[in-house]
């Protein structure tokens, strides 16, 4: 099954010059969706995984689907003010400023096993971010799982020393 031809290119979105990829097609049809979670979780389905990080708010598709498939339990990363418990909270730069993610507190144990979903990698600042969070509460980022990579846009190098494993390469 050709994956990418389930992923639509949607130019000028969400500003002008940007092609945006939009998997909401994939999404959409059964068979395309459960062989896309079959790939991601045969990417870590050889290591043990404590906990499945998905990153807000596309990585909330996918990252509770392979935490089931994974015997692992789900956590989110949310952009600032979102979750309702105790937070630490890591900032990073954006083309156009700056964001906020946060995470519980209480999300991930001293040395669990952690892997990090979101559904693109572009360049690299909102999953660098996330490995940090986890870090800080002592978990380790066994890897970082994406539906897609814009490789044009090196985000890859942000990530130096993490693995990484996307579905689609772009």
């Not at 730069?93 to 990698?121: N, Q």
């Amino acid at each position: 099954m050709d994956l990418a031809s389930y992923i639509r290119d949607i130019e000028d979105f969400p500003k002008a010059g940007v092609i945006f990829k939009d998997i909401t097609p994939l999404l959409s049809d059964p068979k395309a969706l459960n062989k896309a979670c079959d790939v991601l979780c045969g990417f870590a389905g050889h290591m043990h995984v404590d906990k499945v990080v998905g990153v807000d708010s596309r990585g909330f598709i996918f990252a509770p689907l392979l935490a089931s498939r994974l015997g692992a339990g789900f956590v989110p990363v949310r952009k600032s003010g979102k979750l309702p418990h105790t937070t630490i909270s890591e900032s990073y730069e954006l083309e156009y400023g700056s964001e906020i993610l946060e995470i519980h507190t209480d999300a991930i144990k001293e040395g669990e096993k952690v892997l990090v979903h979101d559904d693109v990698l572009a360049t690299g600042g909102t999953a660098n971010a996330v490995c940090k969070l986890i870090e800080k509460l002592g978990g380790e980022v066994v890897q970082c799982n994406f539906l897609i990579e814009l490789t044009f846009l090196n985000g890859a190098e942000k990530l130096n020393g993490y693995q990484i494993e996307a579905l689609l390469q772009y």
